[in-house]
């Protein structure tokens, strides 16, 4: 899911730069709130990596670990709001999302097989 939410703005950034005075001229930061080597960091990585042919730019990944991770959402909440400065888009406000898999369980394709 986080794949997909950091290539949904990849996507828009790419958009949005046709319009804009051509976005970006210099490398992204990418603030992950955890320390490198975990999954978050790993995914923030390969994110990265595939943001970084489109925008023409390299996105640089900074680990930023801290009680609650909540050191890189408040330095890119104080960051200059250019949009060179970035985090983790599976967080808000400081604090994870939660995702329950009951939410999720009673969800069927309109393919799948329907009982009785």
């Known amino acids: 899911m986080f794949a997909f939410h950091t290539?949904?703005?990849a996507a828009a950034l790419v958009a949005t730069s046709a319009t804009a005075q051509q976005y970006p001229t210099?490398?992204?930061?990418?603030l992950v709130p955890y320390a490198a080597g975990g999954p978050t960091d790993t995914v923030a990585r390969v994110v990265a990596q595939s943001m970084a042919k489109p925008l023409g730019q390299t996105v640089i990944v900074e680990n930023k670990p801290s009680a609650?991770?909540?050191l890189a959402p408040e330095q890119v909440k104080n960051a200059k709001p250019d949009g060179y400065t970035?985090?983790?888009?599976?967080?808000?406000?400081?604090k994870p999302r939660r995702r329950s898999i009951g939410s999720c369980a009673s969800i069927r394709s309109?393919?799948?097989p329907t009982s009785g």
């Open 26 to 30: 210099k490398s992204i930061t990418m």
């Open 110 to 112: 309109p393919t799948s």
């Open 68 to 70: 609650g991770g909540i």
């Open 86 to 94: 970035i985090t983790d888009p599976s967080r808000r406000h400081g």
């Open 7 to 9: 290539l949904g703005l």
